[in-house]
Structure formats: structure tokens, C-alpha cells
């Protein structure tokens, strides 16, 4: 592993937090991360190493492979959402993402989470509310894509925003059980991509969870509490 540290040889980075500028060596394991020197809010770096359009779709399709033999196995709900989710991160070369479940008293709960979670959250008076909010929202919506601290648009009627409070682009898919919303899926994107790799993203999201719906479909089919 290698451990990250402040030195005038690190890679360039601005925080999307304090918006100073910052030279910082990421560790590499499991993402390339680091601390921000300044405010220390999460830097996340893309690749250290540019990939190639054939390389990544193949990279890509063996990913989805993966994400259909999942649903194939005989898992309990922590070890699939848990193996689900690490693979629709890596496919979406993402730092984070969490999956959350839909009880019966319709809820949201955590059922997975990997890389960090929350990006400044905390940071901002009421991000963690907007963000609940924006949870809330997604419930009732085909998908939502939030810039960095932008709204969740149309919909806010109670005394608490949806949003996004973060420096990251927060994505939100639903997967469904029986024709309902079973729970959500949400990824913390890099705010460096554009507008348009960010759409494709959230498109490719629905058409994952997809196969989230039938792990739950068939779970229940079965008497599995998802």
C-alpha cells in the first residue's frame, strides 16, 4: 500500500471543498485518495494511467458479466448488494457508492456501502438532511443526476431542500421489487467529468440496476428479507 503524503511531487489537485490548490501523492489502495491539506475534506484522483477506448469497453463488458453471473448465485442479501455494488464502482470508475434498502415501513436503510461515504456531508449546515431529502425524492423519480452543490430541481415541498451539499456529482438510481421501488442505488461521481460522461453514467446505472431489481424479485419470491 502505499501511504499518501504532502510532497511538491505529487499530483496536482484542486479540493472541491476549500477550492484551494494542492500537490498531494495519493495511496493507491483501494482507491487513489488522500486528505486535503487544507481543510481535510477527501481529494479523489482518476487514473494515474490513461486507458484506452477498446481497453476500457472490454474492461467494462467483463464487469457486467460479473454483475449478471452475481445474480446467478446463491447469496444472502449483505454478500449480493455488497458484490453488486463493488462492481457497478468499478465499472463506473467511481469512488464511492452506497445501496440502500426500502423496508417495509418504507424507510430507507444502508444495505452496502464502499469507498468513502458522504463526501462533506457534515460540512455544510443541513448537507446531511438535503441529502436525506434527496433520498426521499429519488423514491418518486426514474433517476436523479446533482452536480456539486447543486438541487434536486422540481419537487421541494418541505421545509428541508433536496440536494447536494458535496464537491462530488451525486448520481441516484431506484431498483424495484414487484413493479415497487425496492431501494436505491447512489453513486459519488468525479466532479472533473462532463455533463455528458456524467448522463452516461446514470444511464448505465439504470440499465445495472436492472439486475439489482431481479436479485430482489427473486428474493422475495423465495421469503428472503432484502
Known amino acids: 500500500m502505499v501511504i499518501s503524503s504532502r510532497t511538491p511531487e505529487g499530483d496536482p489537485h484542486r479540493c472541491s471543498v476549500c477550492g484551494k490548490d494542492t500537490r498531494t501523492e495519493p495511496s493507491t489502495v483501494p482507491a487513489r485518495d488522500a486528505p486535503c491539506p487544507h481543510c481535510g475534506s477527501l481529494l479523489w484522483f482518476g487514473r494515474s494511467q490513461p486507458s484506452s477506448p477498446v481497453s476500457d469497453r472490454k474492461r467494462i463488458n467483463r464487469l457486467v458479466e460479473e454483475i449478471a453471473r452475481l445474480g446467478g448465485l446463491s ?16 465499472a463506473l470508475d467511481a469512488p464511492a457508492g452506497a445501496l440502500w434498502g426500502r423496508t417495509s415501513q418504507g ?12 463526501p462533506g456531508l457534515d460540512q455544510t449546515d443541513g448537507g446531511r438532511d438535503r441529502h436525506d431529502e434527496l433520498l426521499r425524492q429519488a423514491l418518486r423519480r426514474p433517476a436523479l443526476l446533482v452536480p456539486p452543490h447543486g438541487r434536486a430541481g422540481p419537487g421541494d415541498s418541505g421545509p428541508v431542500p433536496a440536494g447536494n451539499a458535496t464537491g462530488y456529482t451525486v448520481l441516484v438510481a431506484p431498483y424495484f421489487r414487484n413493479a415497487e421501488v425496492a431501494g436505491l442505488l447512489e453513486v459519488w461521481q468525479d466532479p472533473e467529468r462532463s455533463p455528458e460522461a456524467q448522463r452516461g453514467c446514470l444511464k448505465f446505472m439504470v440499465a ?19
Not at 449483505?78 to 463493488?86: C, D, E, K, V
Not at 436503510?109 to 469507498?115: D, H, I, M, T, Y
Open 75 to 90: 447469496l444472502a442479501p449483505s454478500a449480493y448488494y455488497g458484490g453488486f455494488l463493488r462492481l457497478l464502482l468499478a
Open 107 to 118: 424507510n430507507l436503510e444502508l444495505q452496502a456501502r464502499a469507498g468513502f461515504h458522504g
Open 208 to 226: 445495472m440496476a436492472r439486475h439489482a431489481s431481479a436479485y430482489a424479485g427473486k428474493a422475495a419470491a423465495i421469503g428472503v428479507e432484502t
